[in-house]
């Protein structure tokens, strides 16, 4: 049984109703994640997607899992083929479904069925602009995210995007669950700051596991 009282790794942090971080409760395994992840890469390479908009976006990805999330001009959505290949994505690894469920289920979420996991890589100067995620069929499901490798600024918004924003630094095992009344609030990423981290290199990856079909009953 973890006591989420310790001040060992992880502690908790509460950031808002239905949104915590489960500090470095990933830290153990993050160089094991991390070469899954380049695995997952080998496969299918990080891409920059292209917005409805019409902009490249500074943060590569790619995913695994039945859905993997996607983006270009005719608009953002979740597919079960990566468009560049129009073969399935990996499937989700073993360890990737466990950590997500066990934070899933620190934070509340007692039964959290992820069918997709986006994986994100920034470099230098990379970031992520404020925005919603609302692609997913069942907001009543949580989203869980594990950053690895360099830190970051994280932004926690309102349900406006013109609201105040909370700003967090997520370090490598850093490991956050957003669900219930926090699922819709704005977030994003500052430009990630140069550095050279020993696991990740120039680099920081984020997963974010995400229930995007329909749940089934
Ligand atoms: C808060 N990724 O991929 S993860 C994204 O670090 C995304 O790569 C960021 O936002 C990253 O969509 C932030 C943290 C996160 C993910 C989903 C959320 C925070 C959230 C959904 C609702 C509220
Ligand atoms: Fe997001």
């Known amino acids: 049984m973890l006591d989420l009282f310790s001040d060992e790794a992880p502690w908790t942090e509460p950031l808002a109703p239905g949104a915590v971080i489960l500090r470095r409760l990933a830290r153990d395994e993050a160089g094991d ?3 899954t992840v380049m695995e997952i890469a080998a496969v299918n390479p990080f891409q920059h997607r292209i917005t409805p908009g019409g902009y490249r976006m500074s943060v590569a990805m790619t995913n695994c899992g039945n859905l993997g999330w996607y983006s270009d001009r005719r608009g953002y959505r979740y ?3 990566d468009a560049e290949s129009n073969r399935p994505w990996p499937p989700m690894p073993a360890s990737f479904l466990a950590l997500a469920q066990r934070a899933a289920g620190l934070a509340g979420f007692k039964d959290f069925a992820p069918d997709a996991c986006l994986i994100n890589r920034y470099a230098p100067g990379a970031k992520m602009s404020l925005h919603q ?17 360099l830190p970051a600024v994280f932004q926690f918004g309102g349900f406006e995007r013109s609201d105040a924003v909370q700003r967090v630094l997520l370090e490598q095992g850093d490991v956050v669950v957003w669900g219930g009344p926090s699922r819709l609030r704005f977030h994003g990423i500052q430009p990630l700051k140069p550095g050279v981290h020993p696991d990740a290199g120039a680099f920081r ?5 995400r229930r995007a079909g329909m749940a089934h009953f």
């Open 133 to 149: 995620d609302k692609d997913e069929k069942d907001l009543s499901q949580p989203i869980v995210s594990v950053s690895l490798g």
């Open 79 to 81: 597919s079960e083929q």
């Open 33 to 35: 994640l991390l070469r």
């Open 205 to 209: 990856y984020n997963l974010t596991f």
